[in-house]
C-alpha cells in the first residue's frame, strides 16, 4: 500500500498536475477512496490499498491483450520462469537476472546520493522478482517503486512483500507510457521484460527518460535471440512461443528519446538484450 505521505510524489498522468487524496487510510496507508488532481479533476480509484493510476481508455492493443493473461494467470508465471530456464535457457532464473542487474550501477547510488534515500523505479516489476535484489545491491538506504498495469501480478508482488517483511516498497497499477510521476525524480529507472509488446515503446521509452535524473541509466530489457550463437529447434520454438506477440523482437534503439547518450545494447543470455542510455544532462557525480 501507498502512504498517505506519498501522494505528494504522485501526478497525474493525464496533466501531471499534484493529486490529492480522498478516503480512508488505515496505520498513514491508503486503502479506499479516490486520488484527485488538482489540475483538471481527474479521479483515479483507490481500491484495497491498490491505487489504479493509469487511464483505461488508453489501454489497447497488445497491452490490453498482455494485461489480460498475465491478469488471468499470474500465479502461473513464477513457477514456469522458475523451471523452465534451465532448460530452455541453460540457467536459473537468478543467474539471468544478475547479468543485466549490474548494467543499473545500483552500487553507485550512495556516492551519488550522499546520504539521501535514492529512488529507483522499476516499470513492469510483475511480481516483483527484482525488488529484493535492488535492496541487496543498492549499498545504502534504497527508495523503492513497483509499477505494473497488471492488478493480478501486484497482488502476487504484494504478497512477496509480505513474505519478506518488506512494508517500505511502494506499489501502484501504472501505465508504462504515462507514468505518474514528476520529471527526473528517480535515481535508477529499469524495466524487464515487456517493452518489445507495448503498443507505443517510443512514448514508453520517453516517459522512463523524462522521470529519471538527468545523466542517470535507464535500463532495458527484453527478448532478443542471440545472434552469436547457434540455436536448436527446440530453442527457436520456445523463443517463438515467448514472443508471439511480437512479429521482430530486438532492441528498440530506433525508439529512444532524441537527446538519448551514452546508448549500449549487449546480449545478456541467448535469448535477452540488455539496452542503456542516459537521459540528456550531466552525469551522476561518484567519489
Not at 535507464?218 to 552469436?228: A, K
Request: proline share 7%; charged share 30%; net charge positive.
Amino acid at each position: 500500500m501507498l502512504r498517505v505521505s506519498d501522494v505528494d510524489a504522485l501526478r497525474c498522468p493525464t496533466c501531471r498536475s499534484p493529486l490529492a487524496f480522498g478516503g480512508a487510510a488505515r496505520s498513514g496507508r491508503l486503502v479506499q477512496g479516490d486520488l484527485v488532481c488538482r489540475g483538471c479533476a481527474r479521479r483515479y480509484p483507490v481500491e484495497t490499498g491498490t491505487a489504479k493510476l493509469y487511464r483505461e481508455e488508453e489501454v489497447k492493443g497488445t497491452d490490453r491483450l498482455l494485461r489480460r493473461v498475465y491478469d488471468g494467470l499470474p500465479r502461473v508465471h513464477d513457477p514456469l520462469v522458475r523451471f523452465s530456464f534451465p532448460y530452455a535457457v541453460g540457467e536459473s532464473e537468478r543467474q539471468s537476472r544478475s547479468r543485466y542487474l549490474p548494467a543499473i550501477r545500483l552500487g553507485d547510488l550512495a556516492a551519488e546520493t550522499r546520504g539521501r534515500r535514492a529512488r529507483v523505479l522499476e516499470v513492469g516489476a510483475g511480481t516483483g522478482s527484482n525488488v529484493p535484489l535492488v535492496r541487496e545491491q543498492s549499498g545504502g538506504p534504497v527508495e523503492i517503486w513497483a509499477v505494473d498495469l497488471s492488478l493480478g501480478m501486484l497482488e502476487l508482488l504484494e504478497e512477496r512483500l509480505r513474505f519478506l517483511g518488506d512494508d517500505d516498497t511502494r506499489c501502484l497499477a501504472a501505465d508504462a507510457h504515462a507514468l505518474p510521476f514528476p520529471d527526473s525524480f528517480f535515481d535508477r529507472v529499469f524495466h524487464v521484460g515487456a517493452v518489445n509488446g507495448y503498443r507505443d515503446p517510443r512514448t514508453a521509452l520517453a516517459e522512463m527518460a523524462r522521470v529519471a535524473r538527468p545523466g542517470t541509466p535507464i535500463v532495458v530489457v527484453d527478448e532478443r535471440l542471440d545472434p552469436s550463437q547457434r540455436h536448436s529447434l527446440g530453442h527457436r520454438l520456445f523463443f517463438r512461443w515467448m514472443t508471439i506477440y511480437d512479429r521482430d523482437p530486438h532492441a528498440p534503439v530506433e525508439h529512444l528519446p532524441a537527446d538519448a547518450e551514452d546508448v549500449r545494447v549487449e546480449q545478456v543470455g541467448r535469448f535477452f538484450y540488455c539496452m542503456s542510455f542516459r537521459s540528456g544532462g550531466v552525469a551522476p557525480r561518484t567519489a
